[in-house]
């Protein structure tokens, strides 16, 4: 690391953001395996881009497919994903783009983490809350089957911990606003 320099490149976060009219920010979702965040991830893009705005979503299992194929869901695993989506989003965020992320991200200090990263000014972080037995209502992966028969370890919810946010800048609750609900509320706190 000692031989590692950093470089001052001509054009700045703020440049780009003028370019695009907009700031470059990172909207954490968070919360159970279908709480719906992807649902409301895409949803949210779709509105941004019809405003014009410079969007790009990181979805967990997107990430896991690629980036971070070569890691498991231990705990140690599970916060090496986080740190690595967070370091790319901060990338992003600085190249003027509103990054969404979709992720269970289950931990309270990888969260936290990703926000230090990105900076607070710049970070939105989205609970999606979302019970627990309405999450295995919906289950779309039949993770949650795989996991009560016990084919599935590490399993957020049930074998795994979630730490519910404490303090999220935003609450959805899926169990009783629409989509559309939630992206109006999102949009308001994102756009001024």
């Given at each position: 690391?000692?031989?590692?320099?950093?470089?001052?490149?001509?054009?700045?976060?703020?440049?780009?953001?003028?370019?695009?009219?907009?700031?470059?920010?990172?909207?954490?979702?968070?919360?159970?395996?279908?709480?719906?965040?992807?649902?409301?991830?895409?949803?949210?893009?779709?509105?941004?881009?019809?405003?014009?705005?410079?969007?790009?979503?990181?979805?967990?299992?997107?990430?896991?497919?690629?980036?971070?194929?070569?890691?498991?869901?231990?705990?140690?695993?599970?916060?090496?994903?986080?740190?690595?989506?967070?370091?790319?989003?901060?990338?992003?965020?600085?190249?003027?783009?509103?990054?969404?992320?979709?992720?269970?991200?289950?931990?309270?200090?990888?969260?936290?983490?990703?926000?230090?990263?990105?900076?607070?000014?710049?970070?939105?972080?989205v609970y999606v809350d979302t019970p627990?037995?309405?999450?295995?209502?919906?289950?779309?992966k039949g993770l949650y089957k795989k996991?009560?028969?016990?084919?599935?370890?590490?399993?957020?919810?049930?074998?795994?911990?979630?730490?519910?946010?404490?303090?999220?800048?935003?609450?959805?609750?899926?169990?009783?606003?629409?989509?559309?609900?939630g992206v109006q509320m999102l949009l308001?706190?994102?756009?001024?």
């Amino acid at each position: 690391m000692k031989n590692l320099h950093t470089h001052t490149f001509n054009i700045s976060c703020q440049d780009r953001e003028r370019l695009n009219g907009h700031q470059g920010l990172v909207i954490w979702f968070t919360g159970l395996s279908g709480s719906g965040k992807s649902t409301l991830a895409n949803a949210l893009e779709i509105a941004l881009f019809e405003r014009g705005k410079h969007t790009f979503i990181l979805d967990g299992d997107h990430v896991r497919q690629g980036l971070n194929r070569d890691l498991g869901f231990s705990e140690t695993d599970r916060t090496e994903n986080i740190r690595r989506i967070a370091e790319v989003s901060c990338l992003m965020a600085d190249a003027g783009l509103i990054v969404i992320t979709a992720l269970i991200s289950p931990f309270r200090r990888e969260r936290e983490m990703a926000r230090q990263l990105v900076s607070n000014e710049r970070f939105c972080e989205v609970y999606v809350d979302t019970p627990l037995a309405l999450c295995e209502t919906r289950d779309p992966k039949g993770l949650y089957k795989k996991a009560r028969s016990g084919q599935l370890p590490n399993m957020t919810g049930i074998s795994s911990p979630y730490e519910i946010p404490e303090n999220p800048d935003i609450v959805v609750h899926t169990e009783y606003q629409s989509v559309e609900e939630g992206v109006q509320m999102l949009l308001k706190r994102i756009i001024q």
